[in-house]
Nanobody
Framework: VQVVESGGGLVQAGGSLRLSCAAS????????MGWHRQAPGKQRELVAT???????NYADSVKGRFTISRDNAKNTVILQMNSLKPEDTAVYYC?????????????????WGQGTQVTVSS
């Protein structure tokens, strides 16, 4: 299973960015997909997650500004980030959790992307 992010970059405060993530491989199902971020000198933190049923969870710091969406058929997840702030600057990582592969006999695993840099200038 591979997880690949795209869409990071440099934006001014108040601007918007859209992050995309695609999981590929011999995937039967994925329980949840989401985004985490890690700023320099800080621990990785959850940004937003979405289950296969469409239930979402957001960090308090991004509620009302970020929106997560998912296409189960394509195993993709989108993070729309609006009203960006300098404190949103971080490497953003996509996560596919509870991945069940074809022929895995029910075993599930978690997978991470390599990360994409988001920089918000003041």
């Amino acid at each position: 299973v591979q997880v690949v992010e795209s869409g990071g970059g440099l934006v001014q405060a108040g601007g918007s960015l859209r992050l995309s993530c695609a999981a590929s491989g011999s995937i039967f199902s994925i329980n949840a997909m989401g985004w985490h971020r890690q700023a320099p000198g800080k621990q990785r933190e959850l940004v937003a997650t979405i289950t296969s049923g469409g239930s979402t969870n957001y960090a308090d710091s991004v509620k009302g500004r970020f929106t997560i969406s998912r296409d189960n058929a394509k195993n993709t997840v989108i993070l729309q980030m609006n009203s960006l702030k300098p404190e949103d600057t971080a490497v953003y990582y996509c996560n596919a959790a509870g991945v069940r592969e074809w022929g895995s006999q029910g075993r599930r695993s978690d997978h991470w992307g390599q990360g994409t840099q988001v920089t918000v200038s003041s």
